[in-house]
């Protein structure tokens, strides 16, 4: 099987930089996603690693190291709306199909 | 409409009713998801549809039941359900259900309560 493991809590205030981390334990690999989610919304897609590395969003970056399992989303310029709940996913090869971690809750404080 | 929309956003049931939930994508995409999402507890994968056939059934109680009869729409059918399947139910779709699956396009979910 796989499993994934995020902080369950981050605070943080306006204008700040915060990193949320994902571990992930899969056999096989095919990608690392990340999606936001507000209180009473839908998830929405935010960004995709399949290769090592950073992918820049604007505000938001995503990064992977596949030898470490591990990839982290980093929200720079933190804004009050950004509070939100931020999962990762990850395809791995048994299903393709993405599983998903818990979830972090982000707190952004004025 | 645009995206994926879910009806109803809201519906309480008894043990004993039966009910339909349905998922309706204006995305041109060709799978499309249901997953269960409760408190404290990851998205858990329920369902996976291709062109219309079932990729993926993830040991899944009979008392739900899917059913896509084209690649724009997706129904949930619920029948005898327990209060713990409580939730929000969450549809998703994909361009595909390989590389295409990073990318899952949500609806808003509908949220399911069982007295």
């Known amino acids: 099987g796989q499993s994934l493991e995020q902080p369950s809590e981050v605070t943080a205030v306006e204008g700040a930089i915060v990193q949320i981390n994902c571990t992930y334990q899969?056999?096989?690999?095919?990608?690392l996603s990340w999606y936001q989610q507000h209180d009473g919304g839908a998830p929405t897609f935010l960004s995709y690693n399949g290769l090592d590395g950073l992918e820049e969003t604007g505000r938001f970056s995503s990064f992977l190291s596949r030898s470490d399992s591990y990839g982290y989303l980093l929200l720079q310029e933190l804004q009050m709306k950004d509070s939100a709940s931020y999962f990762c996913?990850?395809?791995?090869?048994?299903?393709?199909?993405?599983?998903f971690g818990r979830g972090t809750s982000l707190i952004v404080h004025p | 409409e645009t995206g994926v929309t879910q009806t109803p956003r809201h519906l309480v049931m008894g043990m004993t009713n039966k009910k339909s939930l349905k998922c309706e994508q204006h995305?041109?995409?060709?799978?499309m998801y249901w997953y269960k999402q409760s408190a404290k507890k990851p998205l858990e994968l329920m369902f996976v549809?291709?062109?219309?056939?079932?990729?993926e059934n993830n040991s899944v109680p009979s008392r739900f039941s899917p059913e896509c009869p084209n690649s724009s729409h997706l129904f949930l059918h619920l029948h005898t359900l327990q209060p713990e399947d409580s939730a929000l139910y969450l549809c998703?779709?994909?361009?595909?259900?390989?590389?295409?699956?990073?990318?899952?396009?949500f609806g808003a979910g509908s949220r399911l309560t069982v007295l």
């Open positions: 899969t056999s096989g690999f095919y990608g």
């Open positions: 998703a779709s994909s361009q595909d259900h390989s590389s295409g699956a990073n990318v899952l396009t």
């Open positions: 996913a990850v395809r791995d090869g048994g299903s393709y199909i993405p599983t």
């Open positions: 995305l041109g995409h060709n799978a």
């Open positions: 549809y291709s062109l219309e056939e079932r990729v």
